[in-house]
């Protein structure tokens, strides 16, 4: 069935069924109607006149005794009263005999703007008395003793933040100044809401920002790459940096760092022992070596290129703070010079933030 707006919500009313037994008068039911116009009721099929029933809280007592019959009394509920709800006096009515002079009387409490005042039952206007404690009414002239001083007070409560209860639960309702204790939404003054475990997609329009610390392990967190072409060379076996470097600074001390090294110009210069042996570290320390000996074992006065050296690592530097990567080289088994980045070729370093 089509529909304009939103779909329709609809339950059935609620019906309690006696047996007749042609002397009982008295029934009892499950709810309390507010009164007689508040359920319909029938008898073998025939709907009774209110005149002819009445109700006191869940007991309905006929003005007759229905005749005998299995189930032949139906009462449904057209409306009953809120439960669970605090009853709450909203119009009191307070005498008072004054004493010779009084002009302060106390009464119970009233919503300012809500109170009448009568002077042996003459009402006085606004100008000759003071109400704006909620509790106290001050006359502007005192009172001759036996005056009859007569309050009749008011409080105003509000509606706006009731809920409609459909078949046990609420939807499409709108709070204006909610405090929701169970399920948790977390704090709305910024707009965030946690416990959230999903949102329809038609809802999410916008730049929407998701907290990194909500996604899934294995989510690349972020990325930062750098590069250099810059020549460096060595003839010594001693560690040397190779120019390619970079910074991350990890959201979580849990997370993973995947650093992938692609190290071009690998070149040796000609001796058959002198090779390119290359390392990955983090700060200080040494995280991998990822070539042994590259462009070596060839023959007497050959130089050797190999181009590029690719390579990854996975890293937990279990911490927060800013952490640097880079590669370092040195001339292995040989006397010759060794290379990165010969002739200007482009090495790349890059670190992603895996979560964990």
Do not use: H, W
């Given at each position: 069935?089509s ?5 329709p919500?609809?339950s059935a009313f609620l019906?309690?069924?006696f ?21 319909i009721v ?9 005149s002819?029933?009445?109700?006191s809280?869940?007991?309905?007592t006929?003005s ?7 189930s032949?009394?139906s009462v449904r ?9 605090t ?7 307070t005498?008072a005999?004054?004493t010779?002079g009084q002009?302060?009387f106390?009464?119970?409490s ?16 606004a100008?000759d ?15 001759t003793?036996g005056d009859?001083?007569?309050?009749v ?7 706006l933040?009731?809920i409609?209860q ?11 100044s909610?405090?929701?204790?169970s399920?948790a939404?977390?704090?709305?003054a910024s ?8 949102v ?7 730049a929407?920002?998701i ?5 899934p ?12 072409s810059s ?29 992938v ?11 058959n022992?002198?090779?390119v ?7 200080a ?8 000996r590259?462009?070596?074992d ?8 190999i181009?590029?050296?690719?390579s990854?690592y996975l ?12 590669t370092q ?15 200007s070729?482009?090495s ?5 933030e895996i979560?964990?």
């Amino acid at each position: 069935m089509s529909y304009i707006g939103n779909q329709p919500l609809s339950s059935a009313f609620l019906t309690d069924t006696f047996s007749g037994n042609n002397s009982t008068t008295a029934f009892t039911m499950t709810v309390a109607p507010a009164n007689t116009s508040s359920c319909i009721v029938a008898v073998t099929g025939v709907l009774q006149d209110p005149s002819t029933y009445s109700v006191s809280g869940t007991t309905l007592t006929f003005s007759a005794a229905p005749p005998t019959g299995t189930s032949n009394i139906s009462v449904r509920y057209l409306g009953i009263p809120a439960s669970g709800v605090t009853t709450t006096a909203y119009r009191t009515v307070t005498d008072a005999t004054a004493t010779a002079g009084q002009t302060t009387f106390s009464i119970p409490s009233y919503t300012v703007g809500y109170v009448d005042v009568f002077r042996n039952g003459v009402r006085l206007p606004a100008a000759d008395y003071t109400a704006t404690s909620g509790t106290t009414v001050v006359l502007s002239n005192g009172c001759t003793a036996g005056d009859t001083v007569t309050t009749v007070s008011f409080f105003v409560s509000s509606v706006l933040n009731a809920i409609q209860q459909y078949n046990g639960s609420s939807t499409n309702q709108t709070l204006t100044s909610p405090t929701m204790t169970s399920p948790a939404l977390g704090t709305p003054a910024s707009g965030v809401m946690t416990n959230v475990t999903s949102v329809p997609a038609a809802q999410l329009t916008g730049a929407q920002a998701i907290p990194k610390s909500t996604l899934p392990t294995g989510s690349v967190l972020q990325v930062v790459n750098a590069s250099t072409s810059s020549q460096v060379s060595t003839a010594s076996s001693a560690y040397l940096d190779t120019g390619l470097t970079a910074t991350i600074t990890p959201t979580s001390a849990t997370s993973k760092i995947l650093v992938v090294v692609d190290q071009s110009g690998v070149y040796a210069d000609g001796n058959n022992n002198t090779g390119v042996d290359l390392f990955i570290y983090r700060g200080a320390t040494q995280l991998a070596k990822i070539g042994g000996r590259v462009a070596g074992d060839k023959a007497s006065g050959v130089s050797m290129s190999i181009g590029s050296v690719t390579s990854n690592y996975l890293d937990s530097p279990a911490t927060t703070s800013a952490t640097t990567y880079k590669t370092q080289f040195l001339a292995g088994s040989g006397t010759n010079s060794a290379y990165v980045q010969v002739y200007s070729a482009l090495s790349t370093i890059t670190l992603m933030e895996i979560a964990a």
